[in-house]
């Protein structure tokens, strides 16, 4: 079993956008045994994956799909034994991951304006935690080329620390996609979206990175 964990210390940087589509890529696409599990006490994860529709307290189970479970755990990792190839887990931004969370994968989503500072507030969890670290630029805008370049020299000194090389733009169809509870390719316009796109490339990524890239 695989575990991934989307985090950032500072909120509204996309990493339940990133979460659902990765968990849902993972189960739906590639065939993978996928639990997805939501650290963040919005319980927004459980919430989008059920389509709105169920009540989120601690401890619920929503079977999404037969490959695809969602539970609602806020501030800490199910003690439990999950029979799954893969776990995708949405943090909040206040959870301290070392020590919490134990993963083989850290994906950091940042947003153009805040990247440097957000990074750098998270580093010393990060370098603790000894997962893998991906840094992914979210809705990436005119000034993303520039902040790529200083994430880069900021992330150079950083043990397994890597930048994805593509971005995901400001896209209106992942915005809306959030706010109808559904996949981006499943809200008008969102199937052929440069969003959908680049959401489906990261999840797939992410997948390889774990070695789960090659099953369909
Ligand atoms: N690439 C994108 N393009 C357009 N809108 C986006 C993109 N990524 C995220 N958003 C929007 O930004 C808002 C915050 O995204 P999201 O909920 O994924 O962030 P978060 O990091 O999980 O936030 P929180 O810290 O509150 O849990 C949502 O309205 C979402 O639709
Ligand atoms: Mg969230």
Redesign the pocket.
């Known amino acids: 079993m695989k575990s991934v964990v989307?985090y950032?210390n500072?909120?509204?940087?996309?990493?339940?956008?990133?979460?659902?589509h990765c968990a849902l890529r993972a189960a739906l696409h590639h065939r993978l045994r996928t639990v997805a599990i939501g650290l963040?006490r919005?319980g927004?994860i459980l919430r989008w994956l059920s389509g709105g529709e169920v009540w989120v307290g601690d401890g619920t189970v929503h079977e999404h799909s037969p490959n695809l479970t969602v539970i609602y755990s806020p501030n800490q990792q199910p003690n439990m034994r999950l029979n799954a190839d893969l776990v995708v887990m949405?943090s909040?931004?206040s959870l301290a991951l070392a020590g919490n969370v134990r993963t083989d994968l850290v994906v950091v989503?940042v947003d153009g304006r805040l990247a440097l500072d957000d990074l750098q507030n998270a580093l010393p969890d990060l370098i603790e935690s000894q997962a893998k670290l991906l840094v992914v630029m979210?809705?990436a805008d005119a000034g993303g080329t520039k902040t790529l370049a200083a994430l880069k020299r900021a992330c150079a000194k950083v043990p397994k620390m890597t930048i994805w090389p593509a971005m995901?733009?400001?896209?209106?169809a992942?915005?809306r996609?959030?706010?109808y509870y559904r996949p981006v390719w499943d809200v008008p316009y969102g199937e052929n979206s440069e969003?959908a796109k680049?959401?489906k490339a990261l999840s797939d990524d992410i997948l390889q990175m774990l070695g789960l890239g090659a099953r369909r």
Do not use: M
């Open positions: 989307i950032n500072k909120g509204g940087v996309g990493k339940t956008t990133i979460a659902v963040d919005q927004d949405d909040s931004p989503p979210n809705r995901v733009p400001d896209s209106a992942l915005k996609a959030a706010e969003g680049a959401i």
